[in-house]
C-alpha cells in the first residue's frame, strides 16, 4: 500500500491530540479534509485506528502499532531531509580527495583542519595513493578531486597548479657532500643511490635529472615507501633525492639535506577533477580553500611554496 509522509503527519497529529480538530489546527488543515485522509488511511490498511468518542478521539490497538511504526518513517524521513539540506548548503556531506602520500602528511593536513573548522558537520576523506591510482579515482568519480603532481597524463581530468617544491639531496650526517652549500646531480655520480620504486612519480622526477645531468648512480637500492627511504639512508645504503615535501616524513632518520641544482628539479603539485562532473558545495568549498591557502598564510614546509588560483574557468 502506498501512504504519504503527509498522510503519516496527519495520523500521528491526531493520535497526539486526540482531536481532530486541534489536529487541523496544528496542521493548518480543515477538520473536514482531515477526517477523509484518515478515512483513507484506514481504507488502505483495511483496519480502524481511531476510536471515535464525543468527548475524544483514541487510538485503536491497530492504530497504536501503526503510530509506532509512523513515527520511526517520520522521524526517518525528517533526519535524511535535514541531512540533505546541509548537504544542499555545504554543511553536511563528504569531501573525497586522492593524493600522494607525501601530500597527504604534508599539504593536506593544515587545510583539512582549516575546513573543518569551518564546515565540522562535513567528513572529508583521504585517499592516499600513486598517481596513476589517484587519477583514475577522479576519472571513475570514485573521489570529488585529487591532489596530486601535475602530469601530462592528467588529460582525465581537469588541472591547475596550487603549489610547487624543490628536489633536495638527503644525506647522513658527516657524508662528504654535507660539507657543500649545495649539491649538482653531478656530485652524485658513481654514487650509492637510495631510490623510490619506479612506480612512484618521484622516481619520474629523479630519472628525468640524471638524464640530464649525464649521471648515473654506482647502485641504485630501490623502497616503495618514504620512510624506507629515510631509514636507508640512515643505514648509510647511499644517498637519496626528494621533493621539500617529503622532508618531515623522514626527519625521524637524523638526516641532513641539500639543494640540488644543475638543474633545479621543481615538482608542481595540482588539483585535478573531472569538468564534466558537478561538485557538491562541500567539495567547491574545499577548492575554495585551497584558492585562499597563499593569502591566507597557510604554512608549508620550506622548498614548498604555493602557487597559482584553483578556479573553475
Do not use: Y
Not at 491497530?62 to 554543511?91: C, I, P, Q, W
Not at 578531486?145 to 610547487?164: E, L, N, Y
Not at 639512508?233 to 638526516?255: E, K, T
Amino acid at each position: 500500500m502506498d501512504l504519504t509522509v503527509h498522510q503519516l503527519r496527519i495520523v500521528l497529529a491526531v493520535a497526539d491530540t486526540g482531536s481532530f480538530t486541534a489536529a487541523g489546527e496544528s496542521l493548518t488543515l480543515a477538520q473536514s479534509s482531515l477526517s477523509r485522509a484518515v478515512a483513507d488511511v484506514e481504507r488502505r490498511l483495511g483496519v480502524r485506528l481511531f476510536e471515535r468518542t464525543t468527548r475524544r478521539v483514541v487510538l485503536t490497538p491497530e492504530g497504536k502499532a501503526f503510530a509506532t511504526v509512523a513515527e520511526e518513517v517520520v522521524a526517518s524521513f525528517d533526519r535524511g531531509m535535514n541531512h540533505f539540506r546541509g548537504f544542499l548548503d555545504g554543511s553536511t556531506g563528504t569531501v573525497r580527495i586522492a593524493t600522494l602520500p607525501s601530500l597527504a602528511a604534508t599539504l593536506l593536513p593544515p587545510l583539512v583542519s582549516r575546513f573543518r573548522e569551518a564546515h565540522p558537520g562535513v567528513t572529508v576523506q583521504i585517499e592516499d595513493g600513486l598517481l596513476a591510482q589517484g587519477l583514475e579515482q577522479v576519472r571513475t568519480g570514485e573521489v570529488d578531486f585529487a591532489v596530486t603532481r601535475c602530469a601530462a597524463q592528467a588529460d582525465s581530468g581537469w588541472v591547475r597548479p596550487i603549489a610547487a617544491d624543490e628536489f633536495v639531496c638527503v644525506l647522513p650526517p658527516g657524508h662528504r657532500l654535507a660539507a657543500q652549500d649545495q649539491v649538482a646531480w653531478s656530485d652524485l655520480r658513481d654514487a650509492d643511490f637510495v631510490g623510490f620504486h619506479p612506480t612512484s612519480s618521484v622516481r619520474t622526477h629523479v630519472d628525468d635529472a640524471f638524464a640530464r645531468a649525464g649521471v648515473t648512480p654506482r647502485s641504485m637500492t630501490e623502497a616503495r615507501n618514504i620512510a624506507s627511504v629515510g631509514g636507508l639512508v640512515a643505514a648509510g645504503q647511499g644517498i637519496s633525492a626528494v621533493p621539500s615535501l617529503v622532508l618531515p616524513l623522514i626527519s625521524f632518520a637524523g638526516l641532513e639535506h641539500r639543494p640540488l641544482v644543475e638543474p633545479v628539479v621543481t615538482r608542481t603539485v595540482g588539483v585535478v577533477l573531472d569538468p564534466d562532473r558537478p561538485l557538491a558545495k562541500a567539495s567547491q568549498a574545499f577548492l575554495d580553500l585551497i584558492a585562499s591557502a597563499r593569502k591566507s598564510g597557510t604554512s608549508l614546509p620550506p622548498g614548498a611554496t604555493w602557487i597559482g588560483r584553483v578556479t573553475r574557468s
